[in-house]
């Protein structure tokens, strides 16, 4: 999409000062997020110290058979999306490869500013610039968007397609409503590629999906254009998915007889796992009203929706804002023009809003997986106050009031943040023998899979605790590719674990016959969280017959 500022006739093409205003901000946005970053230091989270510095070091060197499950459950993700970071990570020092990866998420500010300058009606070209810019700005300001900058989530990095296919259908609305069916047919098509993306990297971007497929349906366009849109975009959909996603889903098909392992398993019914389907269903509500007051409850306790604390009320002030903006449309006379805003543009924004939220309320209720709802909030909010039966004068005060409040009351969290250092990953390597001959063994349930890349590479990872799989299991065909993989070794073991998990992971290698040798125990420190230990194991000489 061209940052140029999209225009829909001479007599609102922007001057000179506007467009100018539009380009400095596209870039200053994305690099002020670049400093933020710098400030709150270098990414440390959970999930990039078990699989996602992992995953892409396993892919790009062919590991997935070498090693098992070292990073549990997630070893099975498409690694696809982590590759970029990956060899940025260890091709820049990294402050400049979490810059780069800031930079990036901050352009998330492009769709939302091109979004808000198509809808709004504003006749001042250089003041629809700014409010545009300011509403885009409060859009990336959020409390769960701005704890990722920086991060591997990458909740706000295919947040891009979902934005981006919402602008281009903004940007090229009367070709897709007005004009020849065939360049119709082609924009839908584009914008199904791009929110198809998100998915294609992120499965649980099939909310976007949905909402942007289904959210023709609400344009005001005869009905067999807006079906013909919807298929067609769904196409494109299928289509993106298939191309980012395919190459694994079809690699976990042949392997394991299933597309989605170990999802949907219950489906599938793959040996090797068991018949489940692998849901998080930590975060649900357990009770339809509480489903229904979700907004409420994790604005109240983020912990409600995830795994820190942090405050942002952007969702829930959509969620009030939405029905009362269907009552008041409803009852407002169709000839009240909107006093901001092109009122088609605006039922079908807040329609994909309205899916987008409905989908994951469904589906997930873990609130890094809605940053996009979050940073589309304040513009929908905007529109919606502006269907209220009030005067420009009053929907501007409250518009302000309303966008000052969700910005005043935002607390940032994080996900885990360490001093910079110069690579991504650094840690004092432990002293290996004889690595030709070596399996060293994971145990305890805290990421591992960080520090696998920077051993020798001839060494195999064999996790013996998971989420996915324990040495005992008997649901799991994998509980015997453990048992295979640790009793044929023939050669030097190693346990490696975080520190207080040291205990039960001898209690694992003892499942097996073997012995943690304690005295052997050194400590493993890294740049990015807890100790581990690392143990020589022992089998224990056969009893003379």
């Given at each position: 999409?061209t940052?140029?500022?999209?225009?829909?006739?001479?007599?609102?093409a922007p001057?000179?000062?506007?467009?100018?205003?539009?380009?400095?901000?596209?870039?200053a946005?994305?690099?002020?997020?670049?400093?933020?970053?710098?400030?709150?230091?270098?990414?440390?989270?959970?999930?990039?110290?078990?699989?996602?510095?992992?995953?892409?070091y396993?892919y790009?060197?062919?590991?997935?058979?070498?090693?098992?499950?070292?990073?549990?459950?997630?070893?099975?993700?498409?690694?696809?999306?982590?590759?970029?970071?990956?060899?940025?990570?260890?091709a820049?020092?990294?402050?400049?490869?979490?810059?780069?990866?800031a930079?990036?998420?901050?352009?998330?500010?492009?769709?939302?500013?091109?979004?808000?300058?198509?809808?709004?009606?504003?006749?001042?070209?250089?003041?629809?610039?700014?409010?545009a810019?300011?509403?885009?700005?409060?859009?990336?300001?959020?409390?769960?968007?701005?704890?990722?900058?920086?991060?591997?989530?990458?909740?706000?990095?295919v947040?891009?397609?979902?934005?981006?296919?919402?602008?281009?259908?903004?940007?090229?609305?009367?070709?897709l409503?007005?004009?020849?069916?065939r360049?119709?047919?082609?924009?839908?098509?584009?914008?199904?590629?791009?929110?198809?993306?998100a998915?294609?990297?992120?499965?649980?971007?099939?909310?976007?999906?949905?909402?942007?497929?289904?959210?023709f349906?609400a344009?005001?366009?005869?009905?067999?254009?807006?079906?013909?849109l919807t298929?067609?975009?769904?196409?494109?959909?299928?289509?993106a998915?298939?191309?980012l996603?395919?190459?694994?889903?079809?690699?976990?098909?042949?392997?394991?007889?299933?597309?989605?392992?170990?999802?949907?398993?219950?489906?599938?019914?793959?040996?090797?796992?068991?018949?489940?389907?692998?849901?998080?269903?930590?975060?649900?509500?357990?009770?339809a009203?509480?489903?229904?007051?979700?907004?409420?409850?994790f604005s109240?306790?983020p912990?409600?929706?995830?795994?820190?604390?942090?405050r942002?009320y952007?969702?829930?002030?959509?969620?009030?804002?939405?029905?009362?903006?269907?009552?008041?449309?409803a009852l407002?006379?169709?000839?009240?023009?909107?006093?901001?805003?092109?009122?088609?543009?605006?039922?079908?924004?807040?329609?994909?809003?309205?899916l987008?939220?409905?989908?994951?309320?469904?589906?997930?209720?873990?609130?890094?997986?809605?940053?996009?709802?979050?940073?589309?909030?304040?513009?929908?909010?905007?529109l919606?106050?502006?269907?209220?039966?009030?005067?420009?004068?009053?929907?501007?005060?409250?518009?302000?009031?309303?966008?000052?409040?969700?910005?005043?009351t935002?607390?940032?969290?994080?996900?885990?943040?360490?001093?910079w250092?110069?690579?991504?990953?650094?840690?004092?390597?432990?002293?290996?023998?004889?690595?030709?001959?070596?399996?060293v063994?994971?145990?305890g349930?805290?990421?591992?899979?960080?520090?696998?890349?920077?051993?020798?590479?001839?060494?195999?990872?064999?996790?013996?605790?998971?989420?996915?799989?324990?040495?005992?299991?008997?649901?799991?065909?994998?509980?015997?590719?453990?048992?295979r993989?640790?009793m044929?070794?023939?050669?030097?073991?190693?346990?490696?674990?975080?520190?207080?998990?040291?205990?039960?992971?001898?209690?694992?290698?003892a499942?097996?016959?073997?012995?943690?040798?304690?005295?052997?125990?050194?400590?493993?420190?890294?740049?990015?969280?807890?100790?581990h230990?690392?143990?020589?194991?022992?089998?224990?000489?056969?009893?003379?017959?």
């Amino acid at each position: 999409m061209t940052l140029s500022i999209p225009i829909r006739n001479a007599a609102r093409a922007p001057g000179r000062t506007a467009r100018l205003s539009a380009w400095v901000l596209a870039l200053a946005v994305p690099l002020g997020f670049v400093l933020l970053n710098l400030f709150m230091g270098q990414d440390a989270n959970w999930d990039l110290r078990n699989y996602h510095w992992y995953n892409a070091y396993s892919y790009l060197n062919g590991r997935f058979f070498l090693d098992v499950v070292p990073a549990q459950t997630p070893s099975f993700y498409n690694p696809t999306l982590d590759i970029p970071f990956f060899l940025l990570g260890n091709a820049l020092p990294a402050p400049a490869a979490y810059g780069v990866l800031a930079f990036v998420q901050g352009l998330n500010f492009v769709p939302l500013f091109a979004l808000a300058y198509v809808i709004l009606r504003i006749d001042r070209p250089v003041t629809r610039v700014w409010t545009a810019a300011a509403i885009a700005l409060i859009g990336v300001l959020g409390g769960g968007n701005v704890s990722q900058i920086g991060t591997t989530f990458h909740d706000n990095t295919v947040s891009l397609g979902f934005l981006g296919a919402l602008a281009l259908i903004a940007i090229k609305w009367e070709s897709l409503f007005d004009g020849p069916p065939r360049a119709a047919l082609g924009w839908a098509f584009s914008a199904g590629l791009m929110v198809g993306a998100a998915m294609g990297f992120k499965q649980p971007s099939v909310i976007y999906c949905i909402a942007v497929c289904f959210g023709f349906l609400a344009a005001p366009a005869p009905w067999s254009r807006r079906v013909a849109l919807t298929l067609v975009c769904g196409i494109g959909i299928v289509a993106a998915v298939a191309a980012l996603s395919g190459h694994w889903m079809w690699f976990l098909w042949e392997t394991h007889g299933n597309p989605l392992h170990p999802y949907y398993n219950n489906i599938f019914k793959s040996p090797l796992g068991a018949i489940s389907d692998y849901k998080d269903l930590h975060y649900h509500p357990k009770t339809a009203w509480e489903r229904l007051a979700l907004p409420f409850r994790f604005s109240a306790d983020p912990l409600i929706s995830g795994e820190i604390f942090f405050r942002d009320y952007r969702i829930l002030a959509l969620y009030m804002a939405l029905p009362v903006a269907a009552v008041a449309g409803a009852l407002s006379r169709r000839d009240r023009p909107h006093p901001f805003a092109a009122p088609g543009t605006t039922r079908w924004l807040l329609t994909v809003a309205a899916l987008s939220y409905a989908a994951w309320a469904w589906m997930f209720c873990i609130y890094r997986y809605a940053v996009p709802i979050e940073m589309l909030a304040p513009l929908c909010v905007v529109l919606a106050l502006g269907l209220l039966p009030v005067s420009r004068a009053v929907w501007l005060s409250v518009a302000c009031a309303v966008l000052a409040m969700l910005q005043a009351t935002t607390v940032w969290g994080t996900w885990g943040r360490s001093d910079w250092t110069t690579k991504v990953v650094e840690f004092n390597m432990p002293e290996i023998p004889d690595p030709d001959h070596t399996m060293v063994l994971i145990g305890g349930y805290q990421p591992v899979g960080h520090l696998i890349p920077a051993f020798p590479p001839v060494i195999p990872f064999v996790r013996l605790q998971s989420n996915f799989v324990q040495p005992d299991s008997t649901d799991n065909g994998y509980s015997e590719v453990l048992r295979r993989r640790v009793m044929d070794h023939r050669g030097d073991y190693f346990m490696i674990a975080t520190v207080p998990d040291t205990g039960i992971a001898a209690d694992a290698a003892a499942f097996y016959g073997l012995r943690l040798d304690w005295d052997s125990c050194q400590v493993i420190h890294n740049n990015l969280g807890e100790p581990h230990s690392f143990c020589a194991v022992r089998r224990p000489p056969a009893e003379p017959r």
